[in-house]
């Protein structure tokens, strides 16, 4: 059986707490997605994969469920400093081509989430497609604690 994903969804969060697993928990619920046992998969968005909202997805997944996602995590406990997590999509033109997922996080600057988007574009190129449209979300967070942000693509088989 080929585990080929028919549908993509994105989400975001941000978790604070004195223990850095205990954030990341906080961070994962936050973005709604803390109730599957979540496998990091690598950059690639199969053709005809399908962009859904995040309510759409999540009621197709049930608590528990084993759920691939590409997924950018960044924790800090030092305070004061602004961190991020972003993942960039891009989808090419031709249909029949895979699009590409891009992660990029650490201390927040201007233009964090452009570069995800242009890490992903930058990827398709690679395979001499053109670029339909780029995407991004980003969770950013300023530290206090254990502050963990991340943003992920969540697949849907």
């Known amino acids: 059986m080929a585990l080929i994903p028919k549908e ?19 961070a ?10 979540l496998v990091p998969v690598s950059s690639i968005v199969p053709p005809g994969c399908r962009v859904v909202s995040k309510e759409e997805g999540l009621r197709k997944l049930s608590p528990g469920q084993i759920v691939f996602c590409v997924m950018a995590r960044y924790a800090s406990n030092v ?14 033109e031709d249909k029949d081509m ?21 890490l992903a574009e930058e990827m398709l190129k690679t395979q001499g497609s053109k670029v339909a449209r780029t995407f991004a ?15 992920a693509a969540v697949f849907v088989i």
């Open 137 to 151: 979300i980003t969770a950013r967070g300023k530290v206090k604690e254990f502050t963990t942000a991340v943003a």
């Open 79 to 92: 305070e004061g400093r602004e961190i991020f997590a972003s993942v960039g999509a891009a989808f090419p």
């Open 98 to 118: 895979n699009g590409y997922i891009a992660e990029h996080s650490g201390e927040w600057y201007e233009g964090a989430e452009q570069h995800a988007k242009r």
């Open 8 to 26: 993509v969804f994105f989400v975001s969060g941000v978790g604070r707490h004195e223990d850095e697993l205990v954030s990341f928990e906080l």
């Open 28 to 37: 994962l619920r936050d973005a709604g997605i803390e109730r599957f046992n």
